[in-house]
């Protein structure tokens, strides 16, 4: 495995700090992070396909993108990373622990675009600081991602059953946040997935439902935490309104009014969101 990163500081012309959710949810997630020049795919659980025309339809060449981050191995968050990596020839960046769990016969990835990446220590690609941290999930390891352009700051933390010491001081400093909020604690309980599935989703390694993930954004809240993208929402026991609805009435019981600034966004389970710019 190719361990050759660079771990050298951010060129100070590369300010600008886009982000924009491809798909997000248990049917696949991909996120993008990009500047004017080039740009960085967090996750590719969705199709190749689906991603190379999503970015096309926002006029993103994928001759500038530069790799790929990866959060873990479960398949709705590397389905599309065989091909990005034989056919349009990504390198793929995450942990060795995480590769070991990746790697198998069925899975042909690339050796050439295989990447190691250290845990809780910067390296740079395309202009950004990132930095990977450890969250608490169901599979070998998991990970999540600070992303630094100069003093603009994206931590994207999905796929974790509670918010540790480790991943919270990173969540904490983020302008725009991408946090899980799965399920909704009483649709979960009332629907049909067996007592096993519940559990496994509800544990300290499962997921976040939408009273955690409300709880701890409104202890975390801040001026300089302009955008909250609550991310990976359930097809089943879960909807856009409850989740928005379980935050703002959680904001509302702790007398937390959001400034002219701050936006709340639900990210859509199959298709792009507007982009947001945080040089604006």
């Not at 599309?80 to 020839?89: A, D, F, I, P, Y």
């Not at 709340?264 to 945080?278: A, D, F, V």
């Amino acid at each position: 495995m190719s361990k050759h990163i660079s771990l050298a500081p951010v060129n100070s012309e590369f300010m600008k700090l886009n982000f924009c959710s491809l798909s997000s949810g248990s049917s696949g997630n991909c996120y993008y992070v990009g500047n004017e020049f080039h740009g960085i795919l967090i996750d590719a659980g969705i199709s190749a396909t689906s991603i190379r025309k999503f970015l096309k339809d926002m006029n993103i060449s994928m001759q500038t993108i530069m790799g790929v981050l990866v959060t873990h191995n479960h398949s709705d968050h590397i389905k599309g990373l065989e091909v990005l990596t034989r056919k349009n020839h990504l390198p793929a960046f995450t942990t060795t622990k995480i590769w070991e769990s990746i790697l198998n016969p069925r899975i042909r990835i690339s050796r050439d675009c295989i990447r190691e990446i250290p845990m809780q220590k910067k390296f740079h690609l395309a202009g950004f600081d990132i930095e990977a941290f450890p969250v608490f999930h169901d599979a070998p390891e998991t990970i999540g991602f600070h992303i630094c352009a100069g003093d603009k700051k994206i931590t994207i933390a999905t796929d974790l059953g509670h918010i540790c010491q480790t991943s919270a001081p990173y969540i904490k400093e983020a302008n725009l946040l991408v946090i899980e909020s799965n399920y909704d604690e009483e649709m979960l309980a009332n629907g049909s997935y067996t007592y096993y599935l519940k559990a496994r989703i509800q544990s300290d390694h499962g997921h976040l439902g939408n009273l955690q993930t409300s709880a701890f954004l409104a202890e975390i809240i801040n001026d300089k935490l302009s955008h909250i993208c609550l991310a990976h929402l359930s097809k089943n026991n879960n909807s856009p309104e409850r989740a928005l609805q379980t935050l703002l009435r959680t904001f509302s019981e702790r007398g937390i009014n959001l400034n002219d600034q701050q936006r709340i966004s639900i990210l859509n389970r199959y298709l792009p969101t507007e982009m947001i710019r945080l040089d604006e």
